[in-house]
DNA sequence: CCTTTTTGAGACAGTATTGTTTCATATCTT
DNA sequence: AAGATATGAAACAATACTGTCTCAAAAAGG
């Protein structure tokens, strides 16, 4: 039915051009087909513009984000636990974020990635707002801050991972450390 | 001696490219001039290039982080109370980071700019050794990810204080308790 | 007041990138 | 195997931005 070809180019492109991308948002489409190993006639059939491609990026990351939440979201978890867990989940993946937080002032996106964005936003929230209602997280901090706070460290564990300063499993686990009780000492 | 007119444009253009390339790192240099109330032509005789331009933002931007530092490094503030004080000092100058942090990826920086940020980042490294060996900090956590997310929560702060979702002393007393202390309530 | 210097406006060439189109070739589907 | 379709290479126009230059006007300094 559908050719093995759109499928394979669109495939190389679009790892391609997050690979790219992400190390410089300013790369020409050129350097993009170039590391995609296809034309770049091919690269503008697949997306007419510039600002599709990264849209195309932008909603597959958003929906890898999404797919990593969801079997979170079906499951009972609830709070801190729940949380503890999206961190683990959403680790591997944090150069995503990294992408959609870099190109965040690049590009206007429209209605269907910011929904997308606002979804995974909004899920978050949710827990946070449990946890506190638990009394597991602290109720005098703005949720709005957490998530920030949560969205940061994500960014931050990405960044030292991309410039191999730690191992991930030990960035694991400071990140869970430094979000739940903070970088004081624990005797202090 | 020095013509008034050169210094009105310099800091005209300075303000004004900050603050342009701050929203959109993409914006031509025409934008700027015209925001700076200035003619084009006289941009280039200030800054032959555009990466002059945006080092010369840097400068500032670090040199303007580098002596809100300087009087804590020379009172004799140590550990948990070097950092809190710090905190206070740079949520004002929050929006530097930003944009340093944005750039950092568009600009290949010459040494010079490299060692005025090593420098502010050796400084705060500094700071959290001690700590970690008064016992104040946690000697668990790597100091390089501390300065990590140090970095990452002022820009969360600004990011917020920018689009005026809370207010900065909120902001400011939210960023300590997280930090020190984490989001785990207290009574967890 | 007179000289020097900066400025703004505009024209200018150079360059890089975008996006389109064509056509022969290679690869797929059936 | 045959027809359909995606691809690569290349040429192409359009655009946008960069950086340079000139010149008259304005503003500074002594």
Redesign the interface.
């Known amino acids: 039915m559908t050719d093995r070809r759109i499928q394979k180019s669109n495939r190389a492109l679009l790892d391609a051009s997050f690979q790219v991308l992400l ?4 790369a020409s489409l050129s350097e993009v087909a170039k590391q995609a190993e296809v034309g770049r006639a091919t690269l503008y059939r697949h997306f007419p513009t510039r600002e599709n491609l990264i849209k195309a990026i932008a909603i597959e990351s958003l929906q890898l984000i999404k797919n990593s939440m969801t079997p979170i979201v079906t499951s009972d978890l609830q709070g ?1 636990a729940a949380i503890h867990r999206m961190v683990k989940v959403l680790l591997p993946i944090a150069d995503r974020f990294h992408f959609l937080q ?1 190109i965040w ?2 590009v206007e996106f429209d209605q269907q990635v910011w929904r997308l964005y606002e979804e995974q936003m909004a899920t978050i929230k949710c827990w946070i707002l449990q946890g ?1 209602r638990q ?8 949720a ?3 998530v ?2 949560l ?3 994500l ?2 564990a990405s ?2 991972i991309a410039n191999n ?2 191992e991930t499993t ?2 694991e686990q ?1 990140l869970l ?12």
């Open positions: 190390k410089n948002p300013h801190k870099m002032t690049l506190q009394g597991v997280l602290n109720p005098d901090l703005a709005d801050w957490i920030s706070v969205d940061s460290m960014y931050s960044w030292i300063m730690m030990q960035i400071q450390q430094t979000l739940f009780e903070g970088i004081q000492s624990n005797e202090a």
